[in-house]
Structure formats: C-alpha cells, structure tokens
C-alpha cells in the first residue's frame, strides 16, 4: 500500500519523532508506515488525518483531494460494520464475495461487519476500491448526508 504519510509530515515540517509522540508509538513505527514496511492502523490512520486536516483518502491516494469535513475524534468499528453491511448489501453481494475480493475469509469479514473487530486499514483500501466509495465515508458518513460524502475515489 502507497500512502502519503512522509509527504504530509514534511510539507508540515514535522520530524518522525514529534509525529510519534502525536500519535502515540514509537519513532521506528512511523518509519515503518512511511517505509510502507507496515500499514498504519485505521485509529492512528484517523488521529494522523485530524492532526493535519486531511483525508483519509487523500492520505491512503484514493484521491488527489486534501478535503476533509467529516473528521471524528474517535473511531466507531460497529458503525464502521454496519456501513460496511450496507454497501455490501446495496451491491447484493454476500460476505463470502466481499471476503473474498478483499482476500480474507468469510467469517473474519463477518467480524467487521458486526463491528467485534475494527476492519484493517488495507482491507478498507480494498473495499473501497472495489466498491468505488470514500473511506472518508466509511469513516464518518454519521455527520453528514450520503451525497455530500460519497465522493468517489480515484483509479490507481
């Protein structure tokens, strides 16, 4: 996965430790995002696009927009899974197809959607990729309309 973490903590001239400190970990894990040697988890992912007032599908290169409206503090993985339910059953595909287009199975995908787990940053890329959606609205979709956030993402 590409992201555009480095960039976006240069462009603010801010060093990989005080970015650690920001988001709570060690230095060498922002090395690691920014290296792409691990993907950052969707809380931090969430805390880095509040901090800089970014998107997350600018952060994640869905698309070439910086915009940001619907940032939340925190993270809400049943609301997360129900959004995600939904999408899925707008499309009428079953979890099995789902699960299997963003490589995982059934059952852990099943997981997401009743929000017992928060879905790995990765899959939501890919999940949103297939379905042409904003991880922006995934995210945040609770304080606003679905037009104004459905934005759709770029072709990578």
């Known amino acids: 996965m590409e992201f555009r ?16 400190k920001i988001l709570g970990v060690k230095h060498s894990v922002i090395g690691n995002w920014e290296n792409e040697k691990d993907t950052i988890p969707l809380e931090r992912l969430n805390t880095f696009c509040n901090y800089f007032q970014v998107s997350m599908d600018y952060v994640c290169k869905l698309t070439n927009s910086r915009f940001t409206k619907n940032t ?26 789902i699960a299997q287009i963003i490589g995982i199975d059934r059952s852990n995908y099943s997981r997401y959607e009743l929000g017992k787990n928060l879905i790995l940053t990765s899959l939501l890329i890919a999940f949103c990729k297939h379905y042409n959606i904003s991880m922006d609205f995934i995210c945040y979709e609770t304080n606003t309309s679905k037009k104004e956030s459905t934005r759709k993402i770029i072709s990578v």
């Open 72 to 97: 939340s503090n925190k993270i809400d993985r049943i609301e997360i899974g129900k959004r995600l339910k939904r999408i899925r059953k707008e499309h009428n595909d079953t979890q099995q197809t």
């Open 5 to 20: 973490l480095r960039n976006i903590r240069e462009d603010n001239d801010l060093t990989q430790e005080k970015l650690a």
